[in-house]
């Protein structure tokens, strides 16, 4: 039986395309680290994979650049908790943690309901590890 010609041009633009849809281009972001200690926010420009998640941006960027290090502990509900970056560990005891912003690009700051194991970055986004108090 003879393919209807409409549905064969159909089937192989869709051929065509689905290269361009099946591999997406790595998603651009900057990690900053804030810390009232130091004066200016270290930025560290890198990338996450398509719809990747944060920890696995960050874990690369550590393995890249030997001045940008981090350490988490494994929560039983809720993942990885990012304990200490460049060093510097958070403490219940001086009630401070690494509290994670997001800056998007057009300069809203928002403070992401999920941690550094569940967040996923969106384009030229600002990830703002700060150094604060609870
Ligand atoms: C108090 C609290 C905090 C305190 C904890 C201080 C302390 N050591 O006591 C501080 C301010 C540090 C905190 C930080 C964050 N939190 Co909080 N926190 C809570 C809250 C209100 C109560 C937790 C609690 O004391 N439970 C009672 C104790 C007995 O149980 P527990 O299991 O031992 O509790 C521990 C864990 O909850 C852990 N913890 C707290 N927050 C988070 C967040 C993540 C991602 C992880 C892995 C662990 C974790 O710290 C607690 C004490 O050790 C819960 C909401 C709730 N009502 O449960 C949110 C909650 C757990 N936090 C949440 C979030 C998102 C965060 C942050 C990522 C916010 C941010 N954008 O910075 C950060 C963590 C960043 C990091 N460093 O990884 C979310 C987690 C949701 C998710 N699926 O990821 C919750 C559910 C609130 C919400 N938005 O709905 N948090």
Redesign the pocket.
Known sequence: MMMNPALHSAALLLLLLLPGTLTQDPVPIDVVVVNSQHSTPLTYPTHVAHRGILISALKRLMDSNENFKFT?TE?????????SVNGLA?S?KDRT?????VKTPDGKII????????YIPSKNEKIILKFSK?
Request: hydrophobic share 25%.
């Open positions: 988490y929560d039983p509900n809720y993942g990885p908790y990012l304990k958070g219940d943690y690494w509290e994670l912003l403070r992401p309901n999920v941690g550094i194991g569940c609870w």
